[in-house]
């Protein structure tokens, strides 16, 4: 079944709020297997001007997908998830996120597609502090294979 297109513009009600700890950081960083001292070291990261260490740039992702899930588990828009591979991601930082930072993520969907028989879903996160400072915004394209009408192009 295909995407509903009255879905482009939606936004969705800010996700819950989440605390980035050092050890978030950390471990994020030994994940991506980036060993830089500023996402280790507060020393070293007030040295380069932070105030406390900074997370890797992808580390927005957390975040973004925790808010997407609102968008992925909404019935109404008809996503099967089992269909879908991730497309294309894209970060547009405002400001590193670092250790300390209180964040949320309020969703939006930016585009619906249909292209060669697959849906074709964008949506945008935008990550800012629980006092309304932008920090991220992370953009998805997300693919639902074969679940586009037949001859539907975009």
Known sequence: MPLDEGFIGREYPPSSPYEVSREKIREFADAVKDDSPLYRDADSARAAGYPDVIAPPTFAMRLAMTAQDAVVGDDQLGLDYD????????????????????????????????????????????????????????????VARGTAEEGEQA
Request: charged share 25%.
């Open 83 to 142: 269909r879908v591979v991730h497309g294309h991601q894209a970060f547009r930082h405002h400001r590193p996120i670092r250790a300390g930072d209180v964040l949320t993520a309020v969703v939006h969907v930016d585009d619906i597609k249909a292209r060669a028989g697959n849906d074709f879903l964008t949506v945008r996160a935008e990550i800012g502090t629980v006092d309304g400072e932008p920090v991220c915004t992370a953009t998805s394209t997300l």
